[in-house]
């Protein structure tokens, strides 16, 4: 857990009060308790504005264009690009690339990376809990070019192995690709001690940064990343956005991901040449009032001392596995990782994690159930599932209790 203070300035009232859905009454007079922010957060009134405007006054297709709305849209576009720049502390504007998620982001340096980097019998590294998507574009890759998928293994607290991935890096490895925070665990993994150790042997690593930039300050110089993912819908902006960052120089050794308007410099029928970065990678017309929306994210964000949303989040995640512990003699958290962030997965005596979340639901409390898109995971644990909270700046202890009082009752009904 992150190290708390007490005389944190953070005012969880005036944050709640810029998400109407928040005060949403659902099914009988039941106040909607919302944990399900690792799945998507809920988006505040200056995002939803921000698309709103964009849409309703200022729409155009960006670049190239010679007219006003088009110009004003591309600098929209652009500032948002900036701000991004900025908010991971990454050194060029070029260094961001804009998608349409994480795993748009994963799946264009696995669709590039083995075309300059990979030889038959080369090895690519991930983890036991990656999410789905930063596994399968990795099986895909391998299972095209003959290299070898290794795999860092999770210890019963649901942390990686640090000596078994020491052990795993030789200089046949030439990418590692680790989730920076588990979406199912909460695990906060140590990715820039993992990213030293793999430039040690020359291999790139990729940190799929899906869970930690809504919950961390993200320095992605300082953590010496060579790519990292992350998508708009979970911080706070709009779905269908997301950003890949990656360093200058080894971006501009990647052949483009897909063809088409935006990414050429000149076309003939028989060949074309391709544009300079951050453009090759941003082939078509952009999710332009995406982009937009999440740099409308990055200023809400910023309006707060992040450290003190980041240790507000903390605490309600501390207190809810706290109150779990201390309520339920049967209850079993899977993944009690001394760095966590974000979410607490766990299985109430024998009941079906599934019937959990139909009953919480009809009171009110939205939690995720099921695998989480990290079914190696839960072999590992030799579950099919667990309930998964998942918090949000937005979220409070009061909520918690709502969540440990539906519990009792499903504990109550369901055993
Ligand atoms: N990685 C992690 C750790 C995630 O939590 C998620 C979303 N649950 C993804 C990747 C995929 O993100 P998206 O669906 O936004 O592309």
Known sequence: MIAKTSNITFDVEAVRSEFPVLDRVIYENKPLVYFDSAASSQKPRIVANTVRDYYLNEHANIHRGVHFLSQEATNKYEEARKKVRDFI????????????GTTDGINLIAATFDKVHIKKGDEVIVTGMEHHSNLVPWQMMCERSGAVLKFVPVSDEG???????????????????VSHVSNTLGTINPVAEM??????????????????????????????????????????GPTGVGILYGKKELLNELPPYKGGGEMIKTVTLEKSTYNELPHKFEAGTPNIAGGIGLGAAIDFMLREDLTDAAEHENRVLEYCENRLQEEF?????????????????????????????????????????????????????????????SFGMYNTTQEVDALIEGLKRAEKMLS
Do not use: W
């Not at 502390?89 to 349409?100: L, P, R």
């Not at 990729?206 to 819908?233: E, N, T, W």
């Open 195 to 236: 990213i030293k150790s793999a430039h040690g042997v020359g291999a790139q690593v990729l940190v799929d940064g899906a869970q930690s930039v809504p919950h961390m300050k993200i320095d992605v110089r300082d953590l010496d990343c060579d790519y990292y993912v992350f998508s708009g819908h979970k911080m706070y």
């Open 159 to 177: 942390e990686l192995i640090l000596e078994e991935y020491e052990a795993l890096l030789n200089d046949k490895t030439k990418l590692v690709a």
């Open 329 to 389: 003699s049967d209850i079993k958290i899977i993944g009690q990782a001394k760095e966590k962030t974000g979410a607490v997965s766990f299985l109430l005596g024998d009941i079906h994690p599934y019937d959990v979340g139909v009953l919480l639901d009809r009171l009110g409390i939205a939690v995720r159930t099921g695998h989480h898109c990290t079914q190696p995971l839960m072999n590992r644990f030799d579950i099919t599932g667990t309930v998964r909270a």
């Open 89 to 100: 502390n990454a050194a060029y504007d070029e260094e961001i690339i804009f998608t349409s």
